[in-house]
Nanobody, 117 residues
Framework: QVNLVESGGGLVQPGGSLRLSCACSRSIFSIDAMNWHRQAPGKEREFIAGITYGGTTNYADSVKGRFTISKDYRQNTVYLQMNSLKPEDTADYYC???????????WGQGTRVTVSS
């Protein structure tokens, strides 16, 4: 069992920044990959960023160059630094963990980001 807790969402003006956190209940050394996704109102959930066990990162085109995913082994936490935010980044943001042996990813409960002036 893995519990993920996201935090850091809120209201920010266009062009602003936020850093989301995803705290994991077990050592992230034991996790193959951790990912961030988002779901905007009326839209399907989409992958936006991921980081593998070895530290390889990948991003959706929509956030490439603006968002950065990173992880802190001591804190068992994965971060999503979001810069140059746009109104279209407004969504509920979720992290997920791909755990060896698990049949499906574990998900957090989400944190809401609203980009508006």
């Amino acid at each position: 069992q893995v519990n993920l807790v996201e935090s850091g969402g809120g209201l920010v003006q266009p062009g602003g920044s936020l850093r989301l956190s995803c705290a994991c209940s077990r050592s992230i050394f034991s996790i193959d990959a951790m990912n961030w996704h988002r779901q905007a109102p009326g839209k399907e959930r989409e992958f936006i960023a991921g980081i593998t066990y070895g530290g390889t990162t990948n991003y959706a085109d929509s956030v490439k160059g603006r968002f950065t995913i990173s992880k802190d082994y001591r804190q068992n936490t994965v971060y999503l630094q979001m810069n140059s935010l746009k109104p279209e980044d407004t969504a509920d943001y979720y992290c997920s963990a791909d755990v060896p042996g698990a049949t499906s990813p574990y998900w957090g409960q989400g944190t809401r980001v609203t980009v508006s002036s």
